[in-house]
């Protein structure tokens, strides 16, 4: 009897790595963002059954952007991400996400950057391309990083994306696992992309003027 539970067990596994692993094999990368967003999204690396990595992403379009106006003519980028806004077309996922990032007392994922002039925001919008340092705050942590952005003129707007490499233990995060990580395991990895639109940046007008 105990043979033959143990060959109807081997079975199911080799019927898993036959079937289900040569899927996960050539899954196709999703794209983070249409090109008429305005979002900001995660994206985290995981290894599904011991077999294939896979990169789940959340998406977020319920965001508030703003740029502030500050002393001395600096500006300050300040945005704010609703962790329950965050949707990785699996909800279960999106459930445990909350629970890690402990929206119940912090709602919101935090991003300001530091004061930079005029001329330094204005150098983005000329060449194209530059950094925008500040601190990100999740699950009650503030962590340093700097985001590499790109601008792209599009008529009379401007469309910026961007991103930073973190990991979940620079905010005091244990990496997910399910059933120990026999069934996922996720690494200590993380990606926060955005893509943002000038004529949804509250006061954007105020810096170009």
Same mark, same amino acid.
């Given at each position: ?45 995981? +290894?599904? /059954? ?8 959340? @998406? &977020?379009?319920?965001?508030? !952007?703003?740029?502030? *106006? #500050? ?69 009650? +942590?503030? /962590? ?8 792209? @003129? &599009?008529?009379?707007?401007? !469309?910026?994306?961007? *991103? #930073? ?45």
């Amino acid at each position: 009897m105990k043979l033959k539970n143990f060959l109807k067990s081997l079975n199911s596994r080799v019927i898993f790595f036959i079937v289900i692993a040569p899927w996960f094999a050539f899954a196709k990368p999703q794209a983070i963002f249409l090109s008429t967003d305005h979002c900001v999204a995660w994206k985290a690396k995981k +290894v599904v /059954a011991l077999v294939k990595n896979v990169e789940p992403i959340g @998406k &977020n379009c319920k965001i508030t !952007v703003a740029l502030k *106006s #500050v002393e001395a003519g600096g500006f300050q980028f300040v945005g704010r991400f609703p962790v329950a806004g965050f949707d990785s077309q699996e909800p279960d996922r999106d459930k445990e996400v909350n629970k890690i990032l402990k929206a119940d007392t912090h709602p919101d994922l935090i991003f300001e950057s530091l004061v930079m002039s005029k001329e330094q925001w204005s150098e983005i919008l000329q060449n194209g391309t530059g950094e925008i340092p500040g601190n990100l705050s999740a699950a009650g +942590v503030s /962590a340093a990083l700097t985001f590499a952005v790109s601008a792209e @003129k &599009n008529g009379e707007n401007y !469309v910026f994306t961007g *991103s #930073v490499v973190s990991n979940y233990t620079t905010f005091k995060i244990t990496p997910p696992k399910v059933a120990g990580g026999l069934i996922a395991k996720a690494k200590d990895y993380l990606e926060f992309h955005f893509r943002f639109q000038s004529s949804q940046l509250a006061g954007f007008a105020e810096l170009v003027k």
